[in-house]
C-alpha cells in the first residue's frame, strides 16, 4: 500500500528566503507525481507533474525535482513571497489511483 | 465557466436530509473523481467514473451515492448521514491517457452536517 508523507508538517520562513519541502514515498512504481497548492477552505491548484521518466520540472520560481529510486521529491521555491502562504500536497500517481501526503502548512512572514 | 466548478459552495445539513452536490467540468475530460477532505487527515479518494463508469469505488458507505451522467457532470447525493461525515468534498477531472494524467480540482463543498 502506498503511503505518502509530507515533511515537516508545518514551516514558517520571513519573505525573501529560499526553501525546500519534502515528500517521500513507499512504492516507487510509480506513473507521475504531482504538488498541489491549497489556500484555506478552497479547492487545490496543480503547481507541477513530473512523469516518472523525468527527474524535475519548472515552473517560475518553483522546481520540483523526482528520484524515484530513493521514494523521494522535493519542491524548491525561490525568493518566497508571502502570497505563497498556503498549503502544499504532494501526490503520487500508481496503478490505480493518486495517493495524497498529508501536507506542509507554509507561512511566508514579510 | 471554466475549469471545474462545484455547488454548493457551502451545505449545512441534518441527519436525515437528503441532498445532493454537483460538480462540472469544461475542460474536455474524460474521467472525474470525488475526494474527502477532513481535518488532520491526507485527502481521501471516494470514486472515480472514467469514461462515464464507475471504475473505483473506495470503500465508501452507501449513504453516499454518485452519478455520473456525462463526462462532464459528476454528482455525489447524500442520505442520513453522520456527524463525522462532516468535510471538504472535492471535485476532480482529468484526461485519462496510458499511466499519465494530471487532475484538476474545483473549489470543493464545505458540508457541515448536524
Aim: charged share 15%.
Amino acid at each position: 500500500k502506498q503511503e505518502v508523507t509530507q515533511i515537516p508538517a508545518a514551516l514558517s520562513v520571513p519573505e525573501g528566503e529560499n526553501l525546500v519541502l519534502n515528500c517521500s514515498f513507499t512504492d516507487s512504481a510509480i506513473y507521475n507525481l504531482q504538488w498541489f497548492r491549497q489556500d484555506p477552505g478552497k479547492g487545490l491548484t496543480s503547481l507541477l507533474l513530473i512523469q516518472s521518466s523525468q527527474r524535475e520540472q519548472t515552473s517560475g520560481r518553483l522546481n520540483a525535482s523526482l528520484d524515484k529510486s530513493s521514494g523521494r521529491s522535493t519542491l524548491y521555491i525561490a525568493a518566497s513571497q508571502p502570497g505563497d502562504s498556503a498549503t502544499y500536497l504532494c501526490a503520487v500517481k500508481g496503478a490505480q489511483k493518486l495517493v495524497f501526503g498529508q501536507g506542509t502548512r507554509l507561512t511566508i512572514n514579510p | 465557466e471554466t475549469g471545474v466548478t462545484q455547488t454548493p459552495r457551502h451545505l449545512v445539513m441534518g441527519m436525515t436530509n437528503k441532498k445532493s452536490l454537483k460538480c462540472e467540468q469544461h475542460l474536455g475530460h474524460n474521467a472525474m473523481y470525488w475526494y474527502k477532505q477532513s481535518a488532520k487527515k491526507p485527502l481521501e479518494l471516494m470514486f472515480v467514473y472514467s469514461l462515464e463508469e464507475r471504475v473505483e469505488n473506495n470503500s465508501v458507505p452507501s449513504r453516499f451515492s454518485p452519478e455520473c451522467p456525462n463526462s462532464s457532470h459528476l454528482f455525489l447525493h447524500l442520505h442520513t448521514l453522520q456527524p463525522e461525515d462532516s468535510a471538504l468534498y472535492l471535485c476532480a477531472s482529468s484526461q485519462v491517457t496510458q499511466g499519465a494524467y494530471e487532475q484538476y480540482f474545483g473549489p470543493g463543498t464545505r458540508l457541515t452536517v448536524t
